[in-house]
């Protein structure tokens, strides 16, 4: 009983040493994350060895910043040409309704005039007018409204457009620094 009692625990001890050795030479997973995080493959196409691979790619990673002026990190959307803000819904169609009811009451002067009321004719004219001029009020501030809408979406792609760019062109001068090296990248 004591033999396999120590049996057992030798082979306990085998075990955990093994396991330890194996984790001590297996890869440190750090060495992929640099190119990982850029969403890009590379391959030690010369038998590079991990730690060269790690080295070799924080090398390229400085470089590509260099030579690029992007920090893949902290990319920003590049400033777009600013165009003229469309008008503000709330300011859209300002003076319509004063418009309609001038307009109306002219309209109404030379109906009245005929009818042989012009006074008369110009106020519901006037009255008219006004109400026409409400119309035009909301349908402006709504399509003020659309146009900054269309707008805001424009500005968004544009930005997603803008970060896309930037990041393949970083990424290019990252794979171009790594293939000198004898990598290969995808």
Not at 23 to 42: D, E, F, I, K, R
Not at 129 to 148: D, I, L, P, S
Request: aromatic content about 4%.
């Amino acid at each position: 009983m004591l033999q396999r009692t120590t049996l057992c625990a030798a082979g306990t001890a085998l075990l955990l040493s093994l396991s330890l050795q194996a984790q001590q030479q297996a890869p440190a997973p750090a060495t992929a994350q640099l190119s990982s995080s850029l969403g890009v493959y590379v391959f030690p196409a010369k038998g590079q060895a991990p730690e060269q691979q790690s080295n070799d790619e924080a090398a390229c990673f400085g470089w590509a910043k260099t030579q690029t002026g992007i920090d893949p990190m902290a990319i920003k959307p590049q400033a777009a040409a600013a165009a003229p803000p469309p008008e503000s819904a709330s300011n859209a169609g300002s003076g319509s309704v004063a418009k309609g009811a001038v307009g109306g009451a002219v309209v109404g002067t030379a109906v009245g005039a005929i009818a042989g009321d012009t006074g008369k004719g110009a106020a519901i004219g006037a009255t008219m007018g006004a109400f026409k001029g409400v119309g035009a009020k909301r349908k402006a501030q709504q399509q003020a409204a659309a146009q900054q809408q269309q707008a805001a979406a424009q500005q968004q792609q544009q930005a997603q457009a803008s970060v896309a760019e930037q990041k393949a062109s970083y990424n290019r001068a990252f794979a171009a620094c790594l293939e000198g090296k004898g990598y290969t990248v995808k």
